[in-house]
């Protein structure tokens, strides 16, 4: 059963809420500033209303996954801090003397009822409302990046993950006792999961004997990190990789394992759009996605900022047709000529090479031609022919036996007279200082709200952590620029 509304019951230490809970508490402002019955709209048709007890309203648990971004806690440290903290359960519509949930359901709710792909879209288009009403939004303007985020077990084996977490714990343990060596069970002298998967658990156990020790904040909170990797997810460790997580390149000799999400953002610093993919896609084929999703969310784009990523051809064409001007400056490796199968080989600005639809990236290019013609020269990148000979989309790529496998891009500059003329103008200069902003916007994503790293495995969670990160500095941003 599910009740429409999210209410407290009368309590008679209600009054307390008024004076431990400041007026100007960030939770109460978000409160103040949210009508989250929209949850209720968006989650109503995963419960049944017809039968069985009544659920933990849906409101309540995402106000705790919230509570989980604002704060970077654990499911069982934020249950904990629940349980004490009379300012998170003010926010959670709690009376002073209710208990709180217990932490699986969290990770239930998020498996079960956020398994929704509109939920990115309605959470930032929600934020953008209140921001249009509060009027808080005023530019035309927006500005487009891509940011990423590791896989949380990124390619390790599923032990070298447990290894390492268990390897933090023993750490924090022996700068409280060192004596603690001697009661640790013996370390696995097999590399395998069910090896590793028994010494966790004897580790857990030997340290929650030690209640003095294990209520030391320094060592329960990594503990229950530990844990949580062994309990929540358990299969995915089994699979020993994120499934959907896929190698990215941030430059030509560095590269991470795991996703990226695409943001659109206006001046005000208040994210309007993005798209999560995985690590190998390219940031300027999103373009398009980022100004339409802005625009239904309520945003008028008469200009789009964004680095040289975001100045292939196809997205010019777009910009024209579109009435905007595109503030990206011209990569010729990106934005010239003709090429040969360009909706499969794609332009990484940051390696500046192209990645071929296998997902691996040229090892070097070489500009060939006439120096004095530049209008007939190619740059030619080159591939790893030992990956090409393995690949599984070799055919009508790569020739069996050759020795070499290069990709060839036509140097066609003079297409784009127009947008070269207009990024030495004085107005692209000095509205491209603009994208400094989306940069420190990723930043805080990453650094404030754990968004380095993925909390959980696979596409579909990643997503669910980016709508409520995003929902979250949305608001605070909101409630900052009334202030």
Do not use: W
């Not at 309540?60 to 971004?69: A, S």
């Not at 904990?80 to 300012?87: G, H, I, K, L």
């Not at 097999?190 to 156990?205: G, S, W």
């Amino acid at each position: 059963m599910l009740d429409h509304q999210l209410s407290m019951h009368v309590s008679q230490y209600e009054g307390l809420y008024d004076v431990v809970v400041p007026q100007d508490h960030l939770l109460r402002k978000i409160n103040k500033l949210v009508d989250f019955t929209f949850i209720y709209d968006e989650l109503k048709d995963k419960y049944c209303h017809t039968n069985g007890r009544n659920a933990v309203h849906p409101i309540r648990i995402f106000k705790y996954l919230l509570l989980k971004t604002i704060y970077t806690l654990s499911d069982v440290d934020l249950i904990e801090r629940s349980r004490v903290d009379m300012s998170f359960k003010f926010f959670l519509e709690m009376a002073p003397e209710d208990d709180v949930i217990d932490p699986s359901l969290l990770a239930y709710f998020r498996r079960k009822r956020l398994k929704d792909e509109d939920l990115l879209d309605s959470l930032i288009n929600k934020t953008v409302e209140i921001a249009l009403e509060k009027g808080v939004i005023r530019s035309k303007s927006i500005i487009i990046d891509a940011t990423h985020t590791k896989a949380r077990y990124n390619q390790t084996s599923p032990q070298e993950v447990l290894r390492n977490r268990s390897k933090k714990v023993r750490k924090m343990v022996y700068s409280i006792d060192e004596a603690m060596k001697e009661k640790f069970p013996a370390k696995p002298t097999e590399d395998t999961i069910e090896a590793e998967l028994v010494y966790t658990q004897k580790l857990v156990e030997v340290i929650e004997k030690e209640p003095k020790l294990s209520e030391f904040p320094k060592v329960k909170e990594p503990l229950n990190l530990l844990k949580e990797t062994v309990e929540d997810d358990l299969l995915y460790l089994q699979e020993s990789e994120d499934p959907d997580a896929r190698v990215g390149h941030k430059s030509a000799d560095s590269s991470f394992f795991g996703y990226k999400t695409h943001l659109a953002m206006v001046q005000e610093r208040i994210i309007t759009a993005a798209t999560i993919t995985t690590g190998e896609k390219t940031d300027g084929k999103e373009l398009s996605t980022l100004v339409e999703k802005s625009k239904e969310a309520g945003i008028e784009v008469k200009e789009v900022i964004g680095d040289a990523a975001y100045s292939g051809k196809e997205n010019l064409e777009y910009a024209t047709e579109n009435e905007f001007e595109l503030i990206a400056k011209l990569n010729p490796s990106v934005s010239h000529g003709y090429r040969k199968k360009e909706d499969e080989f794609e332009y990484n600005k940051d390696a500046g090479m192209y990645v071929c639809p296998a997902g691996h990236m040229a090892i070097r290019k070489s500009r060939q031609g006439k120096k004095n013609q530049p209008q007939n020269q190619v740059d030619a990148y080159y591939f790893d022919v030992e990956k090409c000979k393995r690949c599984p989309f070799q055919e009508g790529c790569y020739k069996p036996g050759a020795k070499t496998k290069s990709y060839s891009v036509s140097i066609k500059s003079e297409e784009h007279t127009k947008q070269i003329e207009f990024q030495n103008s004085e107005r692209f200069k000095e509205r491209a200082k603009e994208r400094y902003k989306i940069e420190a916007k990723n930043s805080e994503l990453k650094h404030r709200h754990g968004y380095e790293v993925a909390s959980s495995s696979g596409l579909e969670g990643m997503r669910i952590q980016g709508a409520i990160a995003i929902f979250t500095t949305n608001i605070k941003r909101i409630i900052k620029l009334m202030d």
